[in-house]
């Protein structure tokens, strides 16, 4: 079974910083997908970014961005110039691709990340 | 672009009655998953279903059931309602193999339930 956890409940910036929202997960599958949803208070779950295991490159999405880290198991979102619309909860996500029909989502506890004006 | 869309979002019921929360996928999304979210909590996942079939179980009740039909919607049934069923329930569709996007999934905006 695969496991992903983050480790910082809670995380506060100040407008226009830079914050890295840490996670880390535990499988023996060699393929699978990473993903970061973001849930703010209207309790909508939005896709932020994704990352393939087979690729090497991190993935970004404009002011998001991943570092990817396969041997560690370690997958952390990068968000640069934050912005207030940027306060929600921040999942980190898995699903293993290698199994037909085994592709749900095992999510993290997630991160309550708050902009501050 | 189309999303996920549910009905109904908000829904109340009384401890052993019934529920039946439905989810309209993307179009041309072939799989179908349902997960359970309760307050404070991380989604947990129930159900998911590729091409009307069921392909994947978790954690999910005997007294829940669900189908996807021909036009590829689903529906999620719930009997003998217990207070500890309150929470929101999103269903997510995923795109078929021939999209570079397969097995992203994308969630509706969910459906509240509360037993009183």
Redo the contacts between chains.
Sequence with gaps: AQTVTQSQPEMSVQEAETVTLSCTYDTSESNYYLFWYKQPPSRQMILVIRQEAYKQQNATENRFSVNFQKAAKSFSLKISDSQLGDTAMYFCAFTDISNFGNEKLTFGTGTRLTIIP | AAGVIQSPRHLIKEKRETATLKCYPIPRHD?V?W?Q?GPG???Q?LI?F?EKMQ??K?SIPDRFSAQQFSDYHSELNMSSLELGDSA?Y?C?S?PGMDSP?T?????G??T?LTVL
């Excluded at chain 2, 097995?103 to 969630?107: E, I, L, P």
Aim: aromatic share 26%; glycine share 8%.
């Design positions: 799989t998953y997960y979210q909590q991380d989604p996942f998911s590729y392909s994947d978790g929101l999103f997510a995923s996007i097995d992203t999934q994308y969630f905006p969910g509240r």
